[in-house]
């Protein structure tokens, strides 16, 4: 197999060129990006975005062939016409090489086409910082195209006129058709994407276009010009490329330079004991160069990249603190911070890496502020939780890419006495089937039967429910009871500091965030750290769940567990409730799917198993027993997730009593 340095490994080495060494090695190093990459694009419709792309170019040929030689000389075969639109045309140069998601030849002109489901606004493109530089979640897509227009220029000296574009969501259109995302049905076979496109599906069929091809001739050419910096290396764009491309072909590992990037090292080895950690081994060769002692435990205690919500790990790299047992408070601590009630960012950060809790207790909770909060609560008590979607593709005429579609919720409700109960729950995963309104209208009458406060964890609820909002306004046929639903989401929810709902939902995240620490959690507040970490030290939820008291017709009732025992151990530890459901898919881990679309750790229970699942639900031909399957395992999902909710508002109730 030929060692070629292609877009996906020049992107790699962009963001830290010994990862080169290190991909491409599954049997020695683990990969954590290789299944998310393909989860992330069937989540937010990223494969069907590229079928759409040769629907708005239509009459091309795709390049063909059982392996790189072939597809080369296929497409060197298609040059050779005068006029072609070539899919996936394939472009070498020594040892780089690129697959054109579209290339259009017309005469001695070639537009080479990237296409992305990033989206953009092509009425006001904003791809610049106040300084004049590239914003940094935009420039990884513009140095990809720039890196193909380098390669085909050097492939193909002085012959042709390139032009460059990125085709990107275009969020200023909005679909003309119903059923556009229907178009395109997606299965995996052996870890690829196969895209099945719709027999009815041309350019007339799909409307007017929704994704945009941005002419970026200026922005390639000052990429190709000026330097490329990556951790290392600050050389001219074509020396750097040439120089990844001579160490890959070789297999050499390109010298480490460790730095803030290696925080999101997806080589790092946690979880696999049999595969080697490339992380680890970058992190050893840089300490053997400053003469510093470095073994794999001190590693796994914790290292700078490890602390909470923390932007400057940089600087302390360069200064050389890297362990926890280097760093000092006043190596993090702000220089000025705004007086809170509760725990600051700094107080949590400092608990993770001394390890130690104000008064020697296991975990910290501030039970003045905790019962200040409680006093304001109103029972009964409503938890609340969304599982939401968000494709590239529309599902429906008149929306723009990216859309909101909220199709399911879970509601767990507590009575002042204690008593809990799995009051509600809703979901839609019908193809082609609209559920936002339907989604409200189920919401508002669950929340309906009381009074009580609403919690959340995390704004996501606040988010979707003002992108309903949103939605109702614009809507040109709005439904006969729009009065009725707009009251209501006023009624719960906020909008920055320009208004707040009588009945307005409470963040528990917030509060955990300010109230609670628990060292197992690593000072985040995602609630699937909290809730194991509350499950360990609490005897009232060892008490209450450690039987089968949860379920259907059980004295804490379930609408789709028939008699669960929550508290569980194995090998000495609570098992984490998370890991008692039953599997969503068998060709994923849980923690693979809980990792999709996480936008912040605080996020990570937003998208994940249920958004990829919800794809592909809509996007696969799946028999009705799978669908089935699926739908169920959705059910407990969410149904946990308000559980948790209670279970974390049960043990902070107990404890702020003692």
Request: hydrophobic share 35%; proline share 4%.
């Amino acid at each position: 197999m030929s060692r070629f340095l292609t877009k996906s490994r020049f992107k790699l080495a962009v963001e830290c060129p010994t990862k080169l060494f290190y991909t491409r090695k599954k049997d020695t190093y683990p990969d954590n990006k290789n299944d998310n990459e393909f989860l992330k694009a069937l989540a937010d419709g990223g494969f069907q975005v590229g079928e759409l792309a040769k629907l708005i170019y239509p009459f091309g040929e795709e390049a063909k062939g059982k392996n790189d030689q072939e597809l080369i000389q296929h497409t060197n075969q298609l040059l050779t016409q005068e006029n072609v639109i070539i899919y996936e045309a394939a472009i070498v140069y020594n040892n780089l090489y690129a697959r054109v998601d579209v290339l259009k030849k017309t005469g001695s002109r070639i537009d080479l086409i990237e296409v992305k489901a990033k989206s953009f606004d092509s009425t006001k493109p904003d791809f610049y910082k106040g300084n004049g530089d590239l914003k940094k979640d935009m420039l990884p897509y513009f140095q990809d195209i720039a890196f193909q227009t380098y390669l085909f220029n050097q492939a193909f000296p002085n012959k042709y006129e390139v032009h460059s574009y990125l085709m990107l969501a275009d969020k200023s259109k909005k679909c003309s058709v119903d059923g556009l995302n229907q178009f395109f049905k997606i299965q995996r076979v052996d870890d690829k994407p196969i895209i099945t496109v719709d027999t009815n599906a041309n350019f007339d069929s799909i409307g007017d276009p929704i994704l945009t091809a941005y002419l970026c001739d200026d922005i390639v050419h000052q990429i190709c010009s000026s330097n490329l910096l990556a951790p290392g290396f600050d050389l001219p764009f074509g020396e750097a490329v040439q120089a990844w491309s001579d160490h890959y072909s070789r297999n050499e590992r390109i010298r480490p330079v460790i730095g803030e990037q290696c925080a999101k090292c997806e080589f790092r080895n946690d979880d696999h004991p049999d595969l080697k950690s490339g992380l680890f081994e970058c992190w050893q060769i840089a300490n053997d160069e400053m003469k510093r002692e470095w073994s794999d435990e001190e590693f796994k205690k914790g290292t700078v990249l490890d602390i909470w919500n923390f932007k400057k790990k940089g600087e302390l790299i360069q200064n050389q603190i890297l362990k926890f047992s280097d760093i000092l408070p006043e190596h993090i601590k702000p220089k000025s911070a705004k007086d809170s009630d509760g725990l600051s960012n700094f107080d949590r950060q400092w608990m993770q890496i001394s390890q130690e809790i104000p008064d020697g207790d296991s975990f910290h909770l501030d039970r003045d502020l905790m019962q200040k909060e409680m006093s304001l609560w109103k029972y009964p008590l409503n938890f609340i939780d969304f599982e939401t979607s968000r494709v590239a593709i529309p599902f429906f005429k008149g929306q723009e890419p990216y859309f909101n579609t909220a199709f399911q919720f879970s509601h767990h409700v507590m009575q002042v006495d204690g008593k809990v109960s799995h009051q509600t729950e809703f979901l839609s995963t019908i193809p082609g089937k609209k559920p936002n309104y339907d989604f409200v209208r189920a919401l508002q009458q669950a929340l309906g039967q009381n009074s009580g406060t609403v919690f959340m964890w995390w704004p996501h609820e606040n988010t979707t429910l003002n992108a309903i909002l949103d939605e109702l306004g614009s809507d040109q046929e709005k439904p006969k009871d729009y009065q009725e639903m707009k009251d209501f989401i006023l009624s719960i929810t906020y909008y920055k500091d320009e208004r707040s709902g009588e009945r307005v939902m409470v963040d528990l995240c917030t509060l955990s965030k300010k109230a609670f620490f628990h060292p197992s959690t690593n000072a985040s507040s995602s609630i699937k750290k909290v809730l194991p970490a509350v499950m360990q030290d609490s005897e009232y939820l060892k008490d209450r769940y450690s039987t089968a008291i949860y379920g259907i017709n059980k004295p804490v009732t379930s609408l789709n567990f028939e008699s669960q025992i929550w508290w569980q151990m194995k090998d000495g530890k609570v098992v984490n409730p998370y890991e008692l459901l039953p599997k969503v898919f068998e060709d994923f881990t849980e923690e693979e799917l809980r990792e999709v679309n996480a936008d912040s750790e605080e996020e990570i229970n937003q998208g994940g198993a249920a958004t990829t699942a919800y794809a592909r639900l809509q996007f696969e031909n799946l028999e009705q027993n799978v669908r089935d399957k699926i739908e169920q395992a959705l059910k407990k999902y969410c149904e946990l997730d308000t559980l948790a909710m209670v279970m974390i508002v049960e043990a902070w109730r107990d404890w702020i009593k003692k």
